[in-house]
């Protein structure tokens, strides 16, 4: 990563930042039976599906780069070996980017996006009663509130290294801000986008769900969280995998030492990520199959 010698993302506009995510963008070497472009009620999507079995289940997923970058293209490897290790079908969601389409844009499209998956499952072949969400870092910050807002039945979530408290108020802020890959700096220029920095959007707990009431987080569906020793991100990633088991949510969590923000999408890189692909896979893939 320091080889590419790529300018830190603070100094980048939101386009530029893109363009550099591109070029770092690589054919996907997974193989999968089918994929398929679909319009999830206005919102892009691209469909995974392992088998062509009628009867799969479906995991909505929701992509991160901090609400500004990142796109179903950036982790079509990724939902592609969660599709096949789960067994189930996979729906990517390419939801609107800030700063061209500031917050509530994106969690708009992903509650969308889910609400459609639900009524047009059997279209996918999938089946409607066996929904589950997730995401990564700004995605799964999203799969949070779509859970606290219960549009739809869900029967799981997955989070990896979610973004739950946009005020930035955790130890691992301050012990990981130099990253690697992810730095404190880069953080507030991805919430600078989101929000605008209003102080009153940061503690939403639509932006924040770290300040969601106990009675809204307890009535969220099973989780697995992944968490990344060094990652700003860790310590509000386990203190929300520690307060959705302690209000009776089945909680699995499970830190990767020696991890760093964004390993989850270099499987071909790195044996953590894909043992960690896997591992989720095989979660979803039973929550899906009961």
């Known amino acids: 990563m320091a080889q590419l010698n790529e300018p830190p993302l603070e100094s980048c506009t939101p386009t530029q930042a893109r363009e550099i995510r ?14 398929r472009e679909v319009d999830a009620g206005g919102v892009p999507a691209r469909l995974f599906r392992p088998t062509d079995r009628a009867d799969l289940g479906l995991l909505v997923f929701l992509h991160g780069g901090g ?39 994106a969690l708009d499209d992903a509650l969308t996006a889910t609400h459609w998956a639900h009524a047009n499952a059997a279209g996918l072949g999938c089946d409607p009663d066996r929904l589950a969400i997730g995401g ?45 890959s992810l730095t404190s700096a880069a953080i507030a220029w991805f919430i600078h986008h989101y929000t605008g920095d209003d102080r009153e959007t940061i503690a939403d707990p639509r932006v924040s769900p770290h300040f969601a009431a106990d009675d809204v987080v307890a009535g969220s569906p099973p989780t ?27 909680t699995s969590h499970v830190r990767f030492s020696g991890m760093y923000h964004g390993f989850f999408s270099m499987a071909d890189f790195i044996d953590d990520a894909m043992a960690a692909n896997h591992l989720a896979g095989i979660a979803v893939g039973r929550a899906l199959s009961r």
């Not at 591109?22 to 994929?35: D, F, L, M, W």
């Not at 070996?81 to 609107?96: E, F, K, P, Q, T």
Request: glycine share 6%; with cysteine; hydrophobic share 40%.
């Open 136 to 180: 990564d870092s700004a995605g799964a910050n999203l799969a949070i509130v779509v859970c606290h807002l219960r549009p739809v039945p869900l029967r799981y979530q997955l989070l990896v290294y979610p973004a739950t408290d946009l005020t930035c108020s955790f130890p691992s802020q301050i012990e990981n801000a130099a990253g690697p």
């Open 67 to 105: 609400w500004v970058v990142g796109s179903i293209d950036s982790h079509d490897n990724l939902c592609r070996i969660l599709a096949n290790s789960s067994g189930h079908a996979v729906l990517s969601v390419g939801y609107r980017l800030a700063p061209e389409h500031p917050f509530p844009a």
């Open 22 to 35: 591109a070029r770092r963008q690589r054919p996907s070497t997974e193989p999968i039976h089918e994929t």
């Open 224 to 250: 697995l969280v992944i968490t990344a020793e060094l990652d700003p991100l860790r310590d509000e990633g386990d203190a929300y995998a520690a307060r959705l088991a302690s209000l009776g949510v089945p």
